[in-house]
């Protein structure tokens, strides 16, 4: 009776036993695997491989914020890089200008975008010989990590007023899309003039006021050899390029509309990139003390552009304003009719 028991027990702890070292094994397997895919899955799933180019589900953002900023401040390795799928691809649009037009803000608030993917720094490859001269290798180098689904922008407002620009980037993509960004032109030329007084005065330098810049003493005309001035001129600039590039290659932006009501803006240029809809107002908030919409990333994460951002310019004589407004209006209507939009300046 004894053995019979005993018998009977240890054939129960056996099934125990076989069952408990069975479901640790099945843990251990599923707790493994998973680790492999973890950090797979985020990529293939959000972003639905390369057949789905148009689905940037609102949740990839946050990951395109955590995930991406490490590579691009270099804390991954190799294998991570290479996990993700990730590559430095070249832009597939440059924000080519125009200096003080809006363009830092544009690059940031399109960056909300979570097919987008911007490079920080302006890398000034086609405008600087040295750096031409490195090579386009050294130029896609200069790129942030990305999905190959998403876009990378750079904006480097050089380009747009640089003699040598359109040919280079023809030939890097004669298909390439470019985006100026245009303010009044006066109040663009008052703010260049301030961005330059601002570092002249960090120098404790002297320098002119913008009204003896503006204006040529002796003809009482407009300077145009003022550079702040010269830049103003966009279609002079503009027509450069379209010997290089369609008019459908180019988007204007309003910078000045970009300044009070920046969402249709971006919608504008959403449509243009063929980007789906996803930057929204939750994206944008009206900063009342530094007077600018600043960006909102998540619940988390916003920020406003840095303060050299929305200078105080300095007061000009009206009559000089008066004076560069005239000049600039036939030079004005010609770009509305090459780009076909009509901005309302005075
Ligand atoms: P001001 O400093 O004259 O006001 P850029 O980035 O091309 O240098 O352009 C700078 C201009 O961007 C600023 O000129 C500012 O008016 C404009 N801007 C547009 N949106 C802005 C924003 N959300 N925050 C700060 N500046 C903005």
């Known amino acids: 009776m004894l053995f019979k028991q005993q018998v009977w027990l240890r054939q129960k702890l056996l099934v125990l036993g076989s069952l408990a070292v069975g479901s640790l094994l099945y843990l251990v397997a599923r707790v493994g695997s998973l680790d492999r895919l973890q950090p797979i899955c985020p990529v293939e799933g959000r972003f639905g491989g390369a057949s789905s180019q ?19 401040k270099g804390n991954t390795s190799k294998e991570q890089v290479r996990l993700h799928d990730l590559v430095q691809q070249l832009p597939k649009a ?8 809006g363009t830092r803000a544009l690059l940031e608030m399109l960056n909300l975008h979570p097919a987008v993917v911007k490079a920080s720094q302006e890398i000034h490859f086609f405008d600087n010989d040295e750096n031409y001269a490195k090579g386009i290798e050294w130029y896609r180098k200069k790129m942030p990590f990305s999905y190959p689904q998403q876009i990378t922008i750079e904006k480097s407002p050089a380009y747009f007023i640089t003699e040598e620009v359109p040919e280079r980037i023809y030939k890097m993509n004669s298909s390439i899309k ?9 109040t663009r030329a008052i703010s260049d003039y301030t961005q330059v007084l601002e570092g002249k005065e960090r120098k404790n330098k002297t320098y002119y006021k913008f009204e003896k810049l503006a204006i040529d003493s002796h003809t009482c005309e407009v300077n145009t050899k003022y550079k702040a001035v010269r830049t103003s001129i966009y279609t002079k600039h503009l027509e450069r390029w379209l010997k290089y590039f369609p008019i459908e290659q180019f988007h204007i932006v309003d910078g000045d509309r970009l300044i009070t009501e920046p969402l249709p803006e971006l919608q504008l240029v959403e449509k243009f990139l063929n980007l789906p809809p ?38 000009v004589d009206p009559s000089v304003i008066t004076k560069l407004r005239k000049f600039f209006h036939p030079f004005n209507q010609k770009f509305y009719q090459i780009t076909g939009r009509t901005l309302n300046w005075p």
């Open 54 to 72: 148009a689905e940037f589900p609102l949740r990839a953002l946050q990951f395109k914020r955590g995930l991406l900023h490490e590579f691009r």
């Open 94 to 101: 440059i924000i080519i200008g125009v200096r003080k037009g």
């Open 178 to 186: 470019l985006l100026i960004i245009v303010r009044e032109p006066t």
């Open 278 to 315: 996803r930057i929204s107002q939750y994206n944008l908030y009206f900063n009342a003390t530094r007077g600018f919409y600043c960006l909102r990333f998540n619940i988390i994460f916003n920020k406003c552009l840095a303060g050299s951002k929305g200078r105080i310019h300095p007061e």
